[in-house]
């Protein structure tokens, strides 16, 4: 497995810069293929204090090869330091007698790295990019045309770096022996913006671990409410602080929910303690005053149980405005708590409005706001909602079940 950027480790540090479900993925997809009798070696980028290796279970380890230097690198440029990379972990390979029987690399940055690899050692290349620079581009504009904002493309080209991403994007995916997209509407993107044949990309979504999320007793959920003065009732939001997340369109939203609801709160578990995030904490917070919903709205830092916070919660609400699958929905709906989700995301092809979950387009705050009361006003459509989500997850993304796919994906190449 290789993942360069954001601060890879067994024991994640969720929020913190270009650190989140990716992660997630790759280290739960690795313990998964251990179970299915693979040996998983990670490869990631050394900085700071990361250790050289750092061992995840007895069959899984992660790899750091120092590159770029000790500080953090933004993963939209990382690319110009990923030679070091390269030429530290072949030489790393070569000196420990390390053969393997395939690589899969994760996002561009990544993908740069394993097509060099594959090319070094001759060894089959799976490529997932989680996101693409083509979609996310456009999803950039025309959120920005829905604002009324004029955007500037010298600005947006210098903080994306997209030119350089979607070329490197091509390149991977035309030399890459199977790519794996997360939605099939990946998928479409990837065979029409990229030139990639149909029959070359599969598609198999994140998935997530049942041991740790599903319902958990109640007396530990009651442990979590204590530590953190949780409130009765409160809705949710789940990830890292990023502009396309919508969390300023999830508070304005709960301004409509908090007037028909008095008793129920907004618990945002977002960000990490990284200045940037503080800061960018503080303007939601102002907002949230400025609506006059800041004494109903509390922020969290890193929740180790986050499995019993999905329990305590009364609903999750992705508001993302760009969305390539949202995970933090599968995992509440696991632990048997509902779910509103974006209709700008890749999650909602998997599915049914309705039924397994509510799905909305959060830039309509007051649709948001009405699924929002819809499912906690209704306890038959709530309870119904509840279950079939949490029986759809159950069935269809346990990572036992995308690690299994993965490899007869692998083996029809």
Not at 222 to 240: A, D, E, H, W
Not at 268 to 289: M, N
Not at 348 to 376: C, N, W, Y
Request: charged share 30%; hydrophobic share 40%; proline share 5%.
């Amino acid at each position: 497995m290789i993942s360069t950027h954001g601060y890879f480790e067994s024991r994640p540090s969720f929020g913190r810069p270009d650190t989140g479900g990716q992660i997630t993925f790759v280290i739960e997809l690795s313990k998964a293929l251990a179970k299915l009798d693979y040996r998983v070696d990670i490869l990631t980028r050394q900085f700071g204090n990361l250790d050289h290796m750092e061992p995840v279970n007895e069959d899984v380890r992660i790899i750091r090869i120092p590159c770029g230097g000790r500080d953090f690198i933004p993963k939209e440029y990382i690319v110009d330091s990923l030679p070091e990379l390269i030429q530290g972990f072949t030489k790393y390979c070569r000196e420990n007698d390390l053969k393997y029987e395939f690589i899969d690399s994760h996002y561009w940055d990544a993908g740069f790295v394993g097509l060099e690899f594959a090319r070094t050692f001759r060894t089959p290349h799976i490529f997932t990019p989680h996101s693409l620079g083509v979609w996310k581009r456009e999803q950039k504009k025309r959120a920005a045309a829905e604002g009324g904002v004029r955007i500037d493309e010298l600005e947006l080209e210098k903080k994306h770096n997209f030119k350089r991403r979607i070329e490197t994007e091509k390149t991977i995916m035309q030399n890459a022996n199977r790519v794996i997209a997360t939605t099939p509407e990946q998928q479409r993107i990837i065979v029409k913006d990229y030139a990639t044949t149909p029959e070359k990309v599969a598609v198999i979504p994140p998935g997530f671990s049942p041991k740790k999320f599903c319902k958990i007793p109640r007396r530990e959920v009651s442990k979590l409410v204590k530590r953190y003065n949780l409130p009765r009732r409160f809705i949710t939001s789940v990830g890292r602080i990023t502009s396309y997340k919508g969390y300023d369109l999830m508070i304005q939203a709960f301004k409509f929910v908090a007037e028909q609801i008095p008793e129920l709160y907004l618990v945002l578990r977002i960000g990490s303690e990284e200045p940037i995030d503080v800061a960018r904490r503080q303007e939601l917070t102002q907002l949230a005053a400025k609506l006059e919903v800041g004494d109903r709205t509390r922020f969290l830092g890193y929740i180790e149980e986050l499995e019993a916070f999905y329990n305590a919660a009364d609903a999750l609400i992705m508001p993302s405005t760009y969305e390539p699958f949202g995970l933090v929905a599968i995992e509440s709906m696991a632990c048997g708590t509902p779910a509103v989700i974006t209709s700008r995301g890749g999650l909602k092809d998997f599915l049914a409005d309705g039924q397994d979950a509510l799905i909305v387009d959060p830039r309509d705050t007051q649709a948001l706001a009405k699924a929002i009361l819809s499912l906690l006003e209704d306890r038959n459509l709530y309870e119904a909602i509840a279950r079939r989500g949490y029986e759809k997850v159950h069935s269809a993304f346990t990572w036992e079940i995308i690690a299994a796919t993965t490899l007869k994906t692998i083996s029809a190449r």
